[in-house]
């Protein structure tokens, strides 16, 4: 189950805040054994710092200290209260309320406190889970509610990235979007195999054909006034790279390939969640790229939904081509906003790293509006651009289109292009998010991790005046 607050309870321990800054005035404020129980353990209020003080007379803790460090340092360290907080022992615990005592400003209130739960997320589906950690109770001024909502659909995009591909094939990920309909009264019609063909979604047949996993497109709809809002997500749910074979060390963290369809089915459940008044669809392509006689092959040409063709240079760039039928088939309901999001090019991760989601929009507002949600969020975000010049390297000459320019330059702008051509007129983003923490970090441990969905979360209310 996903982390929540606490109930308040009779040995619920206070938590002081302390920064660096207000540090020496709040030692002198404190009574004598604080003071030297304090300054014995080297407590200085540095992110990532956490004390136990105990009563005056040796007894069981009445209090815990945790490092808040600098402004400078908060730039640097997302979560900070998290950083400490992860280190106290079993118990409940409350956020101290006298002025001093708490230097979290009250903007940031929710945010460190989503920190703090998403301490407590472990992926345990093959292991024993670890004991509870330390529960917060939530603290007067934020929406608790809000908050649990965003850590339900944080774990929910970490349990599906984090899942192997044995059990999370494309069937898995469809029964995975049903159950999140089902939770909240949305419908689901899934385009299964050969149908594909029938209903003229060729190019996600071609990357599906050859798994034992049949593809299929997944297309949840939920709400039926306001703004129409299609999220479309890229379920490659195992990418060997196709007959264009990536190397071992490169497939290792293919399971993540299916990253952006997990984000969206989480951000989709923020949304239904909140009972934002939206038209909501969701458009899932889920396949494997696998290695079969019937493989599609380099030097194709395949004729896309929209009628474009795109010769094939390497079956290694498949997401951009299920996502294009996928994005073609969502421009014809006119919707107001079209995202898409997909683990789709290692150019983006050269570019800005894996902490960092590119995105691409095609207009100022929508972008500034992107930002100001991922400065409220803590899900950080870098707009990339969508540079007409260089939709001649996307144009190869034999065909409409080029799913794999040469050259090497600009692989997640091109990329971006590429689908850009198959939203048509529609009001589109698009996310290349890696959906990955390499290496554990406050409130993200090593493994998946979403990206962008509570930054479009939170600049939905402005992107379609909700």
Avoid at 12 to 32: A, H, N
Avoid at 57 to 70: H, K, Q, R
Avoid at 109 to 126: N, V
Avoid at 260 to 289: D, K, Y
């Amino acid at each position: 189950m996903p982390p929540v607050f606490a109930a308040p309870c009779d040995f619920t321990i206070s938590v002081c805040v302390i920064d660096q800054v207000s540090f020496d005035d709040w030692l002198k404020s404190q009574p004598p054994h604080v003071v030297r129980w304090v300054e014995t353990n080297g407590f200085k209020g540095s992110i990532g710092q956490m004390l136990l003080v105990p009563g005056a007379e040796g007894s069981a803790p009445v209090l815990a200290l945790v490092g808040y460090g600098t402004a400078a340092q908060r730039l640097r360290q997302r979560f900070a209260l998290a950083a400490g907080a992860s280190k106290l022992p079993q118990g409940t615990y409350k956020l101290a309320e006298t002025a001093g005592d708490n230097a979290i400003p009250q903007d940031m209130l929710a945010q460190e406190c989503f920190g703090w739960l998403m301490t407590a997320y472990s992926f345990d589906r093959y292991k024993e889970a670890k004991g509870a950690g330390a529960a917060l109770v939530a603290p007067e001024g934020i929406d608790a509610t809000a908050v649990e909502s965003l850590v339900a659909a944080e774990c929910l995009t970490r349990d599906l990235i984090n899942t192997p591909a044995a059990d999370m094939g494309p069937e898995q990920l469809q029964a995975a979007a049903e159950g999140l309909a089902q939770e909240f009264g949305a419908t689901t019609e899934v385009t299964l195999d050969d149908d594909l063909l029938t209903q003229n979604l060729p190019m996600i047949h071609a990357v599906g054909r050859a798994a034992e996993a049949r593809p299929r497109l997944i297309d949840m709809r939920w709400g039926d006034k306001g703004p129409k809002l299609t999220l479309v997500g890229k379920g490659v749910c195992f990418d060997t790279g196709g007959l264009n074979l990536k190397p071992g060390s490169s497939m290792g963290l293919m399971k993540k390939d299916m990253g952006g369809s997990a984000t969206v089915l989480g951000l989709a459940r923020m949304i239904m969640a909140a009972g934002l008044p939206v038209q909501l669809r969701v458009l899932i392509p889920a396949v494997e790229n696998a290695v079969a006689g019937n493989a599609f092959r380099p030097g194709d040409i395949l004729t896309s939904r929209k009628g474009l063709t795109v010769e094939i240079n390497n079956t290694d760039a498949e997401g951009r081509l299920v996502l294009a039928d996928a994005l073609a088939l969502a421009e014809e309901d006119n919707p107001d906003l079209l995202i898409s999001m997909a683990t789709l090019t290692g150019a983006a991760r050269v570019a800005v790293g894996p902490d960092l989601a590119p995105f691409y929009a095609g207009s100022d507002s929508d972008a500034a509006a992107i930002t100001s949600g991922a400065a409220e969020m803590a899900d950080p975000v870098w707009r990339m651009p969508f540079h007409d010049p260089y939709e001649a390297m996307i144009e190869p000459g034999i065909a409409d289109l080029d799913n794999a320019p040469s050259g090497g330059f600009a692989g997640s702008i091109t990329a971006a292009l590429f689908l850009r051509r198959f939203a048509g007129d529609a009001r589109y983003m698009h996310f290349d998010i890696y959906g990955w923490t390499p290496s554990a970090a406050p409130a993200r441990p090593k493994g998946g991790v979403g990206q962008g969905a509570r930054a479009i979360f939170a600049a939905l209310p402005e992107l379609l005046n909700l």
